[in-house]
């Protein structure tokens, strides 16, 4: 009969104990380390990109909101003159000139909706669009004519605003800066501008143009 010395093989060497070494584990800590660390810079350059494109989108989404209420306010000018206070017929239907302190232009448009079905209540609506702290904001009245005392209802369209200008395409295909074209005030000031092209300046993404029609 054969006696094995515990620690030792049939050949008569001494077995390796099992398990790792101290080195070997802070080797296989270290490795570890080092994957965590990159994957916790990898999920954060995701988060930050994601927070990006999400800003940007909403970026996008407020510009194309702006803008098509300004298609809308254009394509629905209604020739309704402005009374003021004493009934006196004061502002023109469009008004884009110097006349409007810190308001780039006014108008009177039509189809105002009354969804909740308030009764008295016009479809005419007298709107305008001003720049102020870098923010371009579109205010309106209930009503058309000037009422003692009655501010407008103002809401933010868009921040970081550097400047907002419009140009407007007479009946002759030139751009004028203002409206009524000063050369012509009275003749047009019924009238409604052929184009109008919005020109803004964003602090983030530079000049951005865009060219409405108007319809007649």
Same mark, same amino acid.
């Given at each position: 009969m054969?006696?094995?010395?515990?620690?030792?093989?049939?050949?008569?060497?001494?077995?390796?104990?099992?398990?790792?070494?101290?080195?070997?584990?802070?080797?296989?800590?270290?490795?570890?380390?080092?994957?965590?660390?990159?994957?916790l810079?990898?999920?954060?350059a995701v988060?930050?990109?994601?927070?990006i494109?999400?800003?940007?989108?909403?970026?996008?989404?407020?510009?194309?909101?702006?803008?098509?209420?300004?298609?809308?306010?254009?394509?629905?000018?209604?020739?309704?003159?402005?009374?003021?206070?004493?009934?006196? /017929?004061?502002?023109?239907?469009?008004l #884009?000139?110097? @006349?409007?302190?810190? +308001?780039?232009?006014? *108008?009177?448009?039509?189809? &105002?909706?009354?969804?909740?079905?308030?009764?008295?209540?016009?479809?005419?609506?007298?709107?305008q669009?001003?720049?102020?702290?870098?923010?371009?904001?579109?205010?309106?009245?209930?009503?058309?004519?000037?009422?003692?005392g009655q501010?407008?209802?103002?809401?933010?369209l868009?921040?970081?605003?550097?400047?907002?200008?419009l140009?407007?395409?007479?009946?002759?295909d030139?751009w004028?800066?203002?409206?009524?074209? /000063?050369?012509?005030?009275?003749?047009? #000031?019924?009238? @409604?501008?052929?184009? +109008?092209?919005?020109? *803004?300046?964003?602090?983030? &993404?530079?000049?951005?143009?865009?060219?409405?029609?108007?319809?007649?």
């Amino acid at each position: 009969m054969q006696y094995r010395i515990p620690g030792r093989s049939r050949t008569g060497k001494r077995r390796k104990p099992a398990g790792f070494t101290l080195l070997e584990l802070l080797v296989a800590m270290g490795i570890f380390a080092v994957i965590g660390a990159m994957a916790l810079g990898g999920l954060n350059a995701v988060v930050d990109q994601t927070t990006i494109a999400r800003e940007q989108m909403d970026r996008l989404n407020r510009l194309q909101r702006a803008v098509r209420l300004m298609s809308s306010d254009f394509n629905s000018l209604a020739p309704r003159f402005v009374r003021d206070e004493l009934g006196t /017929a004061r502002e023109g239907p469009l008004l #884009a000139d110097g @006349r409007l302190f810190g +308001v780039e232009l006014r *108008l009177t448009r039509g189809s &105002w909706p009354n969804p909740a079905g308030l009764p008295h209540r016009g479809t005419l609506q007298r709107v305008q669009y001003r720049l102020e702290d870098d923010k371009l904001i579109r205010e309106y009245w209930p009503v058309v004519d000037h009422v003692l005392g009655q501010e407008p209802r103002s809401e933010e369209l868009l921040t970081g605003v550097n400047e907002f200008r419009l140009l407007y395409l007479d009946t002759q295909d030139e751009w004028q800066a203002q409206w009524p074209p /000063a050369q012509n005030a009275t003749a047009v #000031a019924s009238q @409604r501008p052929r184009a +109008v092209r919005v020109m *803004l300046d964003l602090q983030d &993404w530079g000049p951005v143009e865009r060219l409405l029609e108007v319809a007649q």
